[in-house]
């Protein structure tokens, strides 16, 4: 049987890259995209869309069935941020639609689900560098909390009925193609936005608040990659650490200032800096690598260089001279 992929929450910032990048692979009507809303023209002309609310099981179901869907990707969620705000909803629907997806595997209806975790499964008392892939979680955010329920219900579908998910545990994803989602390192994401357009920004971390962070591009990489490796070598089915750099808010800016001189960046500290200041500093990824054979492409310079060209042209600004 032929792979086809229902990807749900597909108009988010990975979903969107994700749905792309597969579609390349396996050809656009082998890749069913979906969400509970609309996104852009050129997304909703590249293939085909349902509308669902993956917190529906029926309307989840309706889809699977009507295009003979193997593989899931769950790529919805409330973030961090935003979860924060509305505990309840983002609780509800972090939790509802990972469940639903479960159970319609457990019937058999699919035969693979990707599933994404955060490191906001960690909390406080985590070791905060080299954080390893089996340490203490005691997550502070609505987030986190769910995101560590929903490791373990995923571990749990596996040893008791078999189904086949995996997971990966995401650090901050950086992109130019889609705007941030409510996470709380969306600032950098946010910083190249503000360097190109306005030469400055106010970091909503402070300058020393060190996170790991990955570009896009090895994100979507990873998550297509885990899907496809044989299922004896994914030896971990909670969700697996991986990683690609670390950084804080004044590394970055200085980063930028090496292609934009007059770039300045000033620090009001919001409420996200209480959810980061409970994060890792730096995550050991050594399980991926070894098990599945995960490495990443981007790492600082290469990803600012990217982020730096890419927006250029998007909006039509004098090219960066490239250092790379």
Known sequence: MNTKILVIGACGQIGTELTAKLRLQLGKDAVIASDIKEGTDEFMNSGPFEFINAMDKGEILEAVEKHHITDVYL??????????????????????????????????????????SSIAVFGPTTPKKDTPQTTIMEPSTVYGISKQAGERWCEYYFNNYGVDVRSLRYPGIISWKTNPGGGTTDYAIEIFHEALRHKKYCSFLSAETRLPMMYMDD????????????????????????????????????????YIPEFEITYKPDSRQSIASNWPQ?????????????????????????????????????????NY
């Open 75 to 116: 790529m919805s969620a409330m973030l961090s941020a935003t979860a924060e705000k509305y505990p309840s909803k983002g609780w509800d629907l972090n939790m509802a639609s990972l469940l639903n997806v479960l159970e319609i595997a457990k019937a058999k209806k699919i035969k693979k689900v990707f599933w994404p």
């Open 219 to 258: 994100a979507v990489e990873a998550t297509i990659q885990i899907m496809n490796a044989p299922g004896s070598e994914i030896k971990i089915r909670s969700s697996y650490n991986i990683a690609a750099m670390s950084f804080t808010p004044e590394v970055i800016s200085e980063k930028i200032k090496g």
């Open 282 to 322: 730096s995550i050991d990824d050594t399980e991926a690598r070894k098990d599945w054979n995960w490495s990443h492409q981007f790492n600082l310079e290469k990803m600012v260089e990217r982020m730096i060209y890419s927006l250029s042209n998007k909006y039509k600004l004098m090219e960066p001279e490239l």
